[in-house]
């Protein structure tokens, strides 16, 4: 069961998402009057961040923000940047693939953290691998819990979440969960103790698929801190992300 009073961290990108709504999907090299525009703030943590707040965990986000609206060329998180985080204060931390080999030394951090208190004082650790770069599937042997996307899965030849999971297992540490969602198929999970499926849960009309995957992975994450299975908390991820894609932004999850 979760820590008590003790927070989830997710640490990566916040950024700009600028929104342009057109009637059709535009013909290459043709232009297309825009009938609305929207920014708000994105990024995969800080979406997952946003998400992990609605659903009602108390969460905190690590990354660069800007002085203003708009800026260029944020620096990443660093292992000194981390050592400043009071690891007494979370529960579960979260990252966001990026500089992979920064963020390999930032969990070694937490891992010797882990090895000098109780179990029930051990934080969690996660990772999402969604990019296709070399340097972030070293992220697949540091999670307890790994998300891959499908994007990753394809790019390794895998045409389905159940193929992903079961190619990928032998990369992630053992007693660890690997996670792929694969949209409207669902998503699958292996773990020490199986394989796991949970179906897709589409909304009636869909409207907004942006951070529907950090939704899910958010989703996920809540389930599993408050006791949940594998295979509830995989359910409750496809549940909340099915439902974030019926409307635009995330206001409407609970």
Not at 5 to 33: A, H, M, S, Y
Not at 156 to 183: D, M, Q, T
Not at 197 to 204: E, G, T, Y
Request: proline share 3%; charged share 20%.
């Amino acid at each position: 069961m979760a820590a008590k009073g003790k927070q989830i961290l997710c640490v990566g990108l916040v950024c700009l998402d600028i929104i342009n709504v057109i009637d059709t999907f535009p013909v290459e090299d043709t232009d297309t009057r825009c009938i609305s525009q929207k920014w708000q703030r994105g990024g995969n943590a800080s979406n997952s961040c946003t998400v992990l707040s609605l659903l009602g965990a108390s969460c905190g986000f690590m990354g660069s923000l800007a002085p203003g609206r708009i800026s260029e060329n944020l620096p990443n998180v660093t292992p000194e940047d981390f050592r400043k985080v009071d690891l007494t204060q979370y529960k579960w931390i979260h990252w966001e693939g990026r500089n992979a080999s920064e963020q390999v030394a930032m969990i070694q951090q937490v891992v010797q953290y882990n090895a000098n208190v109780s179990a029930e004082q051990r934080i969690t650790i996660s990772v999402e691998i969604e990019k296709a770069r070399e340097e972030l599937y070293q992220l697949f042997g540091h999670g307890d819990v790994v998300f891959v996307s499908k994007d990753v899965a394809r790019h390794f030849g895998f045409n389905s979440a159940s193929e992903a999971v079961k190619g990928f297992y032998s990369r992630v540490k053992p007693g660890a969960h690997l996670i792929c969602a694969w949209a409207e198929e669902g998503a699958d999970a292996m773990g020490p103790d199986g394989f796991f499926h949970s179906n897709a849960f589409p909304p009636k009309k869909l409207v907004d698929t942006l951070g529907a995957g950090d939704t899910f992975n958010a989703a996920v994450i809540f389930a599993l801190d408050n006791g949940k299975s594998i295979q509830e908390a995989l359910t409750f991820g496809c549940q909340i992300a099915g439902k974030k894609c019926g409307f635009q932004g995330y206001d409407g999850i609970v």
